[in-house]
């Protein structure tokens, strides 16, 4: 081969690299574990309903907090899960809020990152952390739709921080 050949090679060589590199990061640059300073391990779930301003009318009521930041790239992925959950007819008892990540860390709660979901039964927290696992969060991999549907019962309140999720960091 000449040179030619060898010089056309490598630019091919260094572009598919760089392509795939450049592909890796804006696809994986926001994945990882929610709360990687591992805040919430061995931190009560204590937050209530009424310390983020939401009233209640039954102390059976299941509220969902969407927390967002406004330019977090995994809003998109949290959007289609906000969209399943409201389409589905066994959720519509559900009361959803949006607040910012501001207004929980006032109310005196750590967030570790975003999207996150609170969800309440009552004034209780039964579970706060992200929507789903997986770099795409794809409502397939849901973490909160068992929970919302009353089919996974817990114990207490779930700090979630140590599953793997899209997330932008606060």
Not at 53 to 67: F, K, L, N, P, Y
Not at 91 to 104: K, W
Not at 112 to 125: D, K, V
Request: net charge negative.
């Amino acid at each position: 081969m000449n040179n030619r050949h060898w010089l056309a090679l490598a630019v091919i060589v260094i572009w598919l690299v760089a392509s795939t590199l450049a592909m890796y990061w804006f696809t994986f640059s926001d994945y990882g574990e929610f709360d990687p300073e591992q805040e919430w391990l061995g931190t009560p779930a204590s937050l209530q309903l009424a310390q983020l301003g939401i009233a209640q009318s039954d102390v059976t009521e299941m509220h969902i907090v969407h927390v967002q930041q406004k330019d977090c790239s995994c809003n998109r992925y949290v959007n289609t899960h906000i969209e399943v959950l409201s389409a589905q007819p066994q959720l519509n008892e559900i009361q959803q809020h949006r607040i910012t990540p501001e207004q929980v860390e006032q109310a005196g709660f750590r967030v570790p990152a975003t999207p996150m979901a609170l969800i309440f039964q009552g004034q209780e927290l039964l579970y706060a952390g992200p929507y789903a696992t997986g770099p795409f969060c794809a409502v397939d991999d849901s973490l909160i739709s068992d929970v919302l549907k009353g089919t996974t019962r817990l114990a207490g309140g779930w700090l979630n921080g140590l599953v793997k999720s899209c997330r932008c960091l606060q």
